[in-house]
Structures are given as structure tokens and as C-alpha cells.
């Protein structure tokens, strides 16, 4: 299973009594040909750890816990086989129920083991957000392709081929005249014709096509657009392209014209990571400058606390390091560690461990975009104690 929309709201729905464990892998193209690979090793390891830690608080549910895994070692199995599909899996498994969910994609996780009341899904959302659906346009004398790129895979959704309105003509045109055999000045002029009307056919067939690109990205939101061909005809379609900032243009130096969806959507990745630090800084100035100004954007971990729980939330932006305990009530609300919030009236809340988690699953819960922060952004927020967001209003 891949990551979408769903994905993360079903895992959000999912919960057990003794609560879930969530299990991220990464994999590398050297682990199938290593006869002992070390991620699986590493894996256990962990869960060996966490075991013992759980242990350490309550043994009846770190040997509920071990039960669980003997019960379930052909759904371990399956996420640390080094042939199986996905650079990037996790498997969340419900301690008591044995209920079980899989995720797998082209994009890399951290290796990870966590036990708690529900999946802990941040890797999930991260890795939705950085692999989030992007255009690849392939340009050729012979026509275009386009794909869409999500979460590391590519697929081709659309093909265009130039097509010479006669091939005939073409070839009328490259010889000498017919009322002049003898003199070659005619079929010079002809040919200079017939390439002035060629590259006049191939410009209206590459505008029709950008102009379809354009409108085929507007209706799919996307905001990146990898364009490859080689440099005179990449040239001419760039040129084509809207001065659109809804729209980021990166260029490929490959030209794609035969390649295979798989072999460009490994190449893709790279060029689209090269501009995710300048969208992340973008957004963090967003909410910023609005909040600064009085407008639509929220900072520090009250304000934007505060505006989740009224549904305002347009984009929630945190550092992606950031680890919080706050409060949570019965209704869903989330709220900060502060003196006060004890003391509030009507509302009955209970500690929360892993506050950030709640923010995210609060967020998605009212269509709100979620963006974390890397390392090198992250500082434009730390006086804001490492969250902001931008606001619907």
C-alpha cells in the first residue's frame, strides 16, 4: 500500500487496547545481493530494545507485545524480505487485536520501532508531503510524454506525437524544381521552405501541448514540473512556460525520450529533494509575514494550538526535530503544556506524551496541509518555539 489521503486517515482511526506497534525499514538495491543484510539485523535489535524498555514500566504488555510479534513473524518477515517491493516500508500492528497495516514506497525511511496508543504516522506524513504528485514533461523532435511522479513511482498519463502533415512533401521539396532540373538554387529555396514550415508546425504542436501540461497540472494541484529533452527543444518549451509562481519549473539535463517510467522516477527524485528547502523556506515566511502583520498565519505552539482546534488551519509547519508533551480532550482538541490549561473550564483533558503527533492527526482531520521542517529551515523557527502555521482565516 502506498501513502495517500486514506492511508493516513485510516491509520489515524487505528487503534488497540494495548496499543500499536509501528515498524519503519529502509532498503537499499545492496541489501538483495548481501546474504546478511544489516537493516532486518538492525530492526530486531530494536524491537528487542523496546521490548526490554516496555518491560521495565509494565512486563504484562512487553510479553503481550513478544506474543504479538511470534504471532504475527510472517508479517515481520515480509517487511524485512530485501526482494520485496519499496525503498521505504513500515507495518503498524495492533498489540492485542493483531490487526495489521502496510505501507510501502520508493521513498526512504528511517529505521524506526515505536510503541504507542496508535500508529505513530510523522515518517508517513513527511514522506507524503516531500514525494507529493509532480509533473515530468518529456520533450522530442518526435513529440511529448507526460508523467506523474507520487511518492517515488512515475506514470505515464498522457503522449503526444509530432507528426510531419506529409512526408511526401518533404521529400518533393528536397530536390531541385521540376521546371529547372539542372539548377539546384530551386530545391535549396523548397528545402529552406518546407524547414520554415516544419519548425512553424512543431512550435503550434508544442504550444497545444504546453497549454494541456499547464491545465493538466492546474486541475491536479501540482506545483512541480520536471521538464527533460535535449537543450535546443527543452529551450523552446521553457519559453512556452507560464511565469507561474503556482508552478516551479525544474530542468533535467537527461533527455527521457525512451526511458522507462521507473528509470525516470529514480532520477526524478533528486531534482524534485533540490527545491524542497526553498518551499519550506517560503512557507515558514508565509506564516510569519501573516501573523507578523496581523493576517492569516499563527506562531508558537499556543496560537497554532488554538487555531487547530477551531478548524482554521490551513498548512500546519513544525521542526521536523521538535518532540512535545501537551493535552488532549475527550472532543479531540489539543493543547499546550502550559500553567493554565488545567484550569479551563467545561473541558477535560488528559496528558499527551506525543503532542506533535495529535497537532498532525488534528490537522489532517480538517484538510489542513502539513509541512515539516527540516534542519537547515528549521531555525527561522525556533522564536516561535519551533511551530507556525498558515490560516484559512
Not at 131 to 150: E, H, I, M, P
Amino acid at each position: 500500500m502506498s501513502i495517500d489521503d486514506t492511508t493516513i486517515r485510516d491509520l489515524i482511526g487505528f487503534s488497540d487496547p494495548q496499543g500499536v506497534l509501528s515498524i519503519y525499514l529502509e532498503t537499499t538495491a545492496s541489501m538483495m545481493s548481501d546474504p546478511q543484510p544489516t537493516a532486518p539485523l538492525e530492526i530486531r535489535d530494536r524491537i528487542s530494545k523496546l521490548t526490554d524498555d516496555v518491560g521495565d514500566r509494565d512486563p504484562d504488555l512487553a510479553r503481550a507485545i513478544t506474543e504479538r510479534l511470534e504471532r504475527n513473524e510472517q508479517d515481520l518477515a515480509r517487511l524485512l524480505d530485501p526482494r520485496a517491493h519499496g525503498r521505504g516500508r513500515a507495518l503498524f500492528l495492533g498489540v492485542q487485536t493483531g490487526r495489521t497495516a502496510t505501507v510501502s514506497v520508493q521513498l526512504p525511511f528511517r529505521h524506526r520501532v515505536v510503541h504507542h496508543d496508535s500508529p505513530y504516522i510523522r515518517p508517513l506524513v513527511a514522506a507524503y508531503d516531500e514525494g507529493r504528485d509532480a509533473g515530468v514533461l518529456v520533450v522530442s523532435r518526435s513529440g511529448t510524454r507526460l508523467l506523474r511522479w507520487s511518492v517515488g513511482e512515475a506514470e505515464e498519463v498522457d503522449s503526444d506525437r509530432f507528426v510531419v502533415f506529409a512526408e511526401q512533401v518533404g521529400r518533393d521539396m528536397s530536390g531541385p524544381s521540376p521546371a529547372n532540373p539542372a539548377d539546384p538554387r530551386h530545391g535549396n529555396v523548397q528545402r529552406q521552405r518546407f524547414e520554415e514550415r516544419l519548425d512553424a508546425n512543431r512550435q503550434r504542436f508544442l504550444r497545444d501541448a504546453v497549454n494541456k501540461v499547464v491545465q493538466h497540472a492546474t486541475s491536479q494541484h501540482w506545483d512541480r514540473l520536471v521538464l527533460s529533452g535535449a537543450p535546443k527543444i527543452r529551450s523552446a518549451v521553457s519559453d512556452l512556460l507560464p511565469d507561474d509562481n503556482d508552478l516551479r519549473v525544474i530542468t533535467a539535463e537527461p533527455s527521457w525520450e525512451d526511458a522507462a517510467p521507473h528509470e525516470i522516477a529514480q532520477q526524478v527524485w533528486p531534482l524534485l529533494r533540490s527545491v524542497h528547502e526553498q518551499r519550506e523556506r517560503q512557507l515558514v515566511a508565509s506564516a510569519r509575514d501573516r501573523a507578523l502583520s496581523g493576517g492569516a498565519g499563527a506562531l508558537g505552539v499556543r496560537e497554532v494550538c488554538e487555531a487547530l482546534n477551531e478548524g482554521r488551519v490551513a498548512h500546519l509547519l513544525y521542526d521536523d526535530s521538535l518532540s512535545l508533551q501537551g493535552f488532549r480532550s475527550d472532543e479531540g482538541t489539543v493543547h499546550p503544556d502550559v500553567p493554565d490549561v488545567m484550569k479551563q473550564a467545561d473541558i477535560a483533558v488528559h496528558p499527551e506524551p506525543l503532542l506533535i503527533e495529535r497537532m498532525i492527526e488534528r490537522a489532517i482531520a480538517t484538510d489542513a496541509g502539513v509541512t515539516p521542517i527540516g534542519p537547515d529551515v528549521a531555525p527561522d523557527l525556533h522564536e516561535h518555539e519551533g511551530m507556525a502555521a498558515i490560516l484559512r482565516w
